[in-house]
């Protein structure tokens, strides 16, 4: 006999899943909720693992917000260390190793895993990929025997446990295969501060190279990388050249997956299977294909905040709200040294290469008034099109205030804000927290001058 109530089945316990089903849970006891994860942690931050290498966070227990015993006291049962093998779409069941799990609602949040170049030596002992609490600890314990390691990638992973690793001592040249660093988030021309602030702490930044092999010893383990015929000895390697979308699950069911690898959806995150979408399936987080704002292009969008947003969704469509999903601006914030950098929309590259013309202007001012003593520099980019609406803005500060100035941008983006109007929007002022004119409203202002 069916159950009378709902069985919600997620896949998952990531920064989709897990909030997926405390929402629901929120609304309502009426429903039963099982949460499915290979891991044996959950509930954790991984953007918060590099500065537990750093030090600044004490250890990878406080990066733990529940634990499994926390969910199951609200009625959440999650199976940590399962393997979720097969999806049959037809019965509506999941073959699990720890048996066959019925559903009525299915939620695939199956995330992302770390991209892997092809080359010698990249399966070598002390060849390591931050992605779990795992595999930090795993970083963590390697250190002690570390005096040299090579971050492979100048993304925001790449440079945060680059720049911690050089806080406790440890020597790291940056390989990027770009030609500048934080090549999908900055221009050129803002990616040279990031690229000069890494050389005054003590980088070798290497840019418009690959590595091409990684040398071992007779052990097996890590002793050097080969980067444009140049043997670079350390021993561990930081692999950070991006993720793909988990998606074999899904395609091995016969769900469509789209031109960039993640799962195809409507816009309130059905999975699609032939010419139909599933009222009861839904996909959500890293695996998910979501639209680009400005371009309207496919693509991923693995963010802790574009994963959240996407499980709203999924919880109201749920829960029977009609929620769906608008494009994305991808707003993000990293730190590298003592740097604040973020971005939010289209670099110049991204507009140019979807054949749309941008103007651009660069200007700085300081956090505080000029006369007070504890004081940054923050530097924003604004990128408008022919329309001068804005479609893009970079922010890098030596400081503090780059989020909430990026958060700005994201509201002015998604409002279809022209740059004129943003130079009359209304800020705030004292003191020790801004300057008169913030200095966003500077850079807005600055698309009217003429010399």
Known sequence: MPSERERIVIIGAGASGLPIASQIRKETKEKDITVITTGTHIAYSP??????????????????????????????????????ESIDL?????????????????????GSYPFMPPIPGVDAEGVCVLKTMEAAQQIAEGLESVMNAVSVGAGVIGLEVGSALMARGVNVPVVELLPYVLPLILDPDMAQLVHNHLLDIGARVICGAAVSEVLTDEAGKVRGVVVADEEIPCQMVLMSTGVRPSTKLAKDAGIETGSSGGIVTDSSLHVKVGREYLPNVYASGDC???????????????????????????????????????????????????LQVGSVGLTTHTAKSSGIQTTSRVGSGPSAARYYPKRHVITSKLIVDNSRRIVGGQIISDGSGVKCRIDTLSVAMASKMRVDDFAHVETCYAPPVSALVDPLTLTAQSFFDVC
């Open 90 to 110: 037809e019965t509506e069941k999941l073959e699990t190793t720890a048996g066959v799990i019925p559903y009525d609602t299915l939620v695939i949040a199956t």
């Open 47 to 84: 953007c918060a693992l590099p500065f537990v290498l750093h030090g600044v966070i004490p250890d990878f227990e406080s990066c733990i917000m529940k634990t499994p015993a926390d969910y199951e006291a609200v009625g959440i049962t999650v199976l940590t260390q399962t393997t979720v």
């Open 288 to 338: 998910v294909e979501v639209i680009k704002d400005f371009t309207y292009q496919r693509t991923i969008s693995p963010l802790g905040t574009s994963a959240y947003r996407l499980a709203r969704v999924v919880a109201d469509n749920i829960m029977g709200r009609n929620s769906y999903l608008l494009p994305f601006t991808s707003p993000n914030v990293c730190v590298v040294g003592q």
